[in-house]
Structures are given as structure tokens and as C-alpha cells.
């Protein structure tokens, strides 16, 4: 899953909001928006921002490419 559908995914089984999440992590329900229609790529400390309000572990991978 790409950040964006993870993102929505986990607020959903939190059962936040999109301004509650934002509150959460002192950004504005705006940019929680940006971030889950894929209009904006959060940086790694905002990703780990949110994934500590979520209560996620953010992991990261390299994965083969295929040629």
C-alpha cells in the first residue's frame, strides 16, 4: 500500500478523524487531507509523527527491482 491509503487505513481503525489526527500530530486537517489523496508527500519525520499518533511503527524497505 502506498503512504497515502495507510495513512487513511489506520486513522480509519483508530477511529479518528482527519482534524483530530491533525491535532494529534500539530499539523491541519488540511494537510491529513493533502496527505490521503495523494496531493502531498509528507516528509519521514511527519510520517513518523503520524505513525506514533496512529499507534504504527513506520518501517521503511528497499525491495528488488525487477529488469
Do not use: K, Y
Not at 511527519?46 to 513506520?58: D, F, N, S, T, V
Request: net charge positive; with cysteine; hydrophobic share 50%.
Amino acid at each position: 500500500m502506498d503512504p497515502a491509503a495507510l495513512v487513511r487505513h489506520w486513522r480509519h481503525e483508530r477511529g479518528l478523524s482527519q482534524a483530530q489526527l491533525a491535532a494529534l500530530i500539530g499539523t491541519g486537517q488540511a494537510a491529513i487531507s493533502r496527505i490521503e489523496n495523494g496531493r502531498d508527500v509528507p516528509t519521514l519525520p511527519l510520517l513518523a509523527r503520524i505513525a506514533e499518533a496512529l499507534g504504527c511503527r513506520l518501517t521503511i524497505a528497499f525491495e528488488q527491482a525487477v529488469h
